[in-house]
């Protein structure tokens, strides 16, 4: 790109996630919450709803990835709910593991839940500032 040239970021396409088994990931993800927008299988995908907005949470099979966390530190994905305390209660009622209790963060509460292949998800109100919420 030459330097006259400009671009703009418009926001998020979707998050790819490296996971070692499709189905295995997509029952992980339904039972924290998430709704599939679809799946194609043979391709060895699967996008996963994030609210009402179009960008979502895509998962994709990596070969020889297994059932284990990678070599290398995940980032971490933080999404808005309107209560992280409540949506803790709901992950572990359904049998998802949190990494630790929800902990205070700067606009509210935040919990973090890991998948079998240690991506990892938090959970983010904006219960101390819900102006800067999508629900304000």
Known sequence: MSD???????????????VGDLAEAVGFYERAGFGVAFRFD????????????????????????????????????????????AAARKLTGRGVALLDE???????????IADPWGNILGFADYSKRPELGRRP
Not at 57 to 67: D, N, P
Not at 102 to 112: D, I, K, Q, S
Request: aromatic share 8%; net charge negative; proline share 13%.
């Open 102 to 112: 929800p902990f205070p963060v700067a606009t509210g509460w935040t919990v973090e």
């Open 42 to 85: 043979e391709g060895g995908i699967a996008l996963l709803k994030a609210g009402g907005e179009t960008p979502g949470i895509l998962l994709r099979t990596e070969e020889g990835l297994g059932r284990r966390p990678p070599a290398w530190p995940s980032p971490r994905v933080w999404l808005e709910v309107p209560d992280a305390r």
């Open 4 to 18: 006259d040239e400009s671009y703009e970021l418009l926001g998020f396409d979707n998050v790819l996630l490296p």
